[in-house]
């Protein structure tokens, strides 16, 4: 039997599609076409756009039962006066209100929701559920109205059975369109991510996980050894059965370096540092040359195994990416559940 929370998938999902159909065919008209005053809606196409995908991420914050803080949100503004960057914020924010969404269900969902702007500052669940998609449904009928008056025809076809029948794009593109400018552009930057408040034996599971996707640990070119505090001997790190004991022990400051010639799978993956304290692992990449779709995919699932041996450790600092990163883990991990749900139907 169908369940609220495939209802609510379903639905997240056509919305996405159906928007990213609008942008589509929004790419076909010239840029002062898109900015006109149509009068209807907020005024033009692209606002309408960015008033329908910005409001998503007000129900997803409705829903996990916090208030919209525009100040978390800063990206939202300049992202939104583009098409390009409207795709981004596509994403993001159906993935968000996913998640959110699906963490009301599986908690329990309340009789009432949050919503600021209600009376009373919240709304019976059920009408928190409507407003969601016929919000949704209102603007994008507004926007296929606008296509026609600026010369698109034949406009696009958003009926669900036509998202059906068109089939599901891959969740993963969603996830490259959300993580890419973090990837694909060398700034200079060495992104990391910290795994904080680890047990030895976790720290040992992660370290052991992260080595199990092959390629070679080197330091400045050279195989990467572990330096012994008090003597100041140097062990190469391949050569010891259980490395990670030396920092735990703290006859070692700290494990580090860099894993080269990483290939997963058939696919090569560029390289990722390494670095570990007592009760911490930190995980490192540069960004540019040979992230792909398919790179950022791998990472993302290599984040998940680590995390799956630490279930309780803190992500202390996803660097400077902390949304469009936690949105990454969430694809992957829905549709690790949803593959899982299918084998075990």
């Known amino acids: 039997m169908p369940r609220l929370s495939d209802l609510i998938r379903f639905q997240i999902a056509h919305s996405a599609w159906a928007l990213g159909e609008l942008i589509r065919h929004a790419r076909?008209?010239?840029?002062?076409?898109?900015?006109?005053?149509?009068?209807?809606?907020?005024?033009?196409?692209?606002?309408?756009?960015?008033?329908?995908?910005?409001?998503?991420?007000?129900?997803?914050e409705n829903f996990a039962g916090r208030e919209f803080d525009a100040g978390q949100y800063s990206e939202v503004e300049p992202l939104s006066k583009s098409l390009d960057?409207?795709?981004?914020?596509?994403f993001r924010s159906h993935d968000r209100l996913?998640?959110?969404?699906?963490?009301?269900?599986?908690?329990?969902?309340?009789?009432?929701?949050?919503?600021p702007n209600a009376e009373g500052g919240s709304m019976p669940a059920s009408v928190a559920i409507a407003q969601v998609f016929d919000h949704a449904t209102l603007h994008r009928a507004q926007?296929?109205?606008?296509?026609?008056?600026?010369?698109?025809?034949?406009?696009?076809?958003l009926d669900p059975m036509t998202f059906l029948a068109a089939g599901q794009p891959?969740?993963?593109?969603?996830?490259?369109?959300?993580?890419?400018?973090?990837?694909?552009?060398?700034?200079?930057?060495?992104?990391?991510?910290?795994?904080?408040?680890?047990?030895?034996?976790?720290?040992?599971?992660?370290?052991?996980?992260?080595?199990?996707?092959?390629?070679?640990?080197?330091?400045?070119?050279?195989?990467?050894?572990?330096?012994?505090?008090?003597?100041?001997?140097?062990?190469?790190l391949d050569k010891d059965p259980d490395p990670v004991g030396y920092v735990i022990r703290e006859e070692a400051a700290d494990l580090s370096g860099v894993l080269e010639e990483i290939n997963i799978g058939g696919t090569r993956v560029p390289d990722l540092g390494f670095q570990i304290h007592q009760d911490s692992f930190r995980l490192d990449y540069r960004m540019g040359e040979g992230w792909g779709p398919r790179e950022a995919k791998l990472f993302f699932e290599l984040i998940d195994r680590l995390l799956s041996h630490a279930p309780n450790c803190r992500i202390e600092d996803w660097w400077m990416?902390?949304?469009?990163?936690?949105?990454?883990?969430?694809i992957i991990r829905s549709t690790r559940s949803a593959h899982e749900d299918a084998h075990h139907a």
């Not at 033009?44 to 756009?49: A, V």
């Not at 990837?183 to 910290?194: A, E, K, V």
């Not at 990416?321 to 969430?330: G, K, V």
């Open 143 to 157: 926007c296929v109205n606008m296509l026609k008056q600026l010369g698109i025809d034949p406009a696009p076809d």
């Open 170 to 236: 891959s969740p993963y593109k969603n996830l490259w369109l959300i993580v890419r400018e973090h990837f694909d552009t060398n700034d200079g930057s060495l992104p990391f991510i910290d795994f904080v408040g680890m047990t030895p034996d976790e720290l040992r599971a992660m370290y052991a996980e992260f080595r199990s996707i092959g390629g070679v640990a080197r330091s400045a070119g050279e195989p990467a050894t572990i330096i012994m505090s008090v003597t100041g001997e140097q062990i190469l």
């Open 85 to 90: 960057g409207l795709e981004q914020l596509l």
């Open 321 to 330: 990416y902390p949304e469009p990163f936690t949105s990454a883990l969430t």
């Open 28 to 60: 076909t008209l010239p840029p002062e076409a898109i900015e006109r005053n149509l009068g209807i809606g907020p005024g033009s196409l692209r606002e309408n756009l960015s008033h329908t995908i910005e409001a998503i991420i007000f129900f997803a």
């Open 98 to 115: 996913r998640y959110s969404m699906e963490e009301a269900i599986a908690k329990g969902l309340p009789d009432r929701i949050l919503w």
